[in-house]
């Protein structure tokens, strides 16, 4: 099992650059695949990026494509989430989750195949 814990949300004006941190608690962190979805008020939760364990592979969605990178440091048990550009549609919780199908090799969009995750981060993107 993995504990996350989120850090680095804060309020910030359009077109602002943040860097999202998690910290990832328990053993095995290389063998998770990482990955970071948001929720605005009134809005589902959706994928926003995810990270293969040894980050040869991203994925993303289209919103944030060109102006999020994610990265992982296996060696700090921590992934990053950098946003630049930022938009006011961008404020929402950010959460990061771990994937743990050892048979998955690549990042997935699908919410429901990441087993844990955190306790979320607010991002504010102000006009």
């Known amino acids: 099992q993995v504990q996350l814990a989120e850090s680095g949300g804060t309020s910030v004006q359009a077109g602002a650059s943040l860097r999202l941190s998690c910290a990832a608690s328990?053993?095995?962190?290389?063998?998770?695949?990482m990955g970071w979805s948001r929720q605005a008020p009134g809005n589902e939760r959706e994928f926003v990026a995810g990270?293969?364990?040894?980050?040869?592979?991203?994925k993303y969605a289209d919103s944030v494509k060109g102006r999020f990178t994610i990265s992982r440091d296996n060696a700090k048990n921590t992934v990053y989430l950098q946003m630049d550009g930022l938009k006011p549609e961008d404020t929402a919780v950010y959460y990061c989750?771990?994937?743990?199908?050892?048979?998955?090799?690549?990042?997935?969009?699908?919410?429901?195949?990441?087993?844990?995750w955190g306790q979320g981060t607010q991002v504010t993107v102000s006009s």
């Open positions: 990270i293969s364990r040894n980050s040869g592979s991203t």
């Open positions: 328990g053993r095995a962190f290389s063998t998770y695949i």
């Open positions: 989750g771990a994937d743990r199908t050892l048979s998955r090799g690549l990042a997935s969009s699908q919410l429901d195949n990441y087993a844990y």
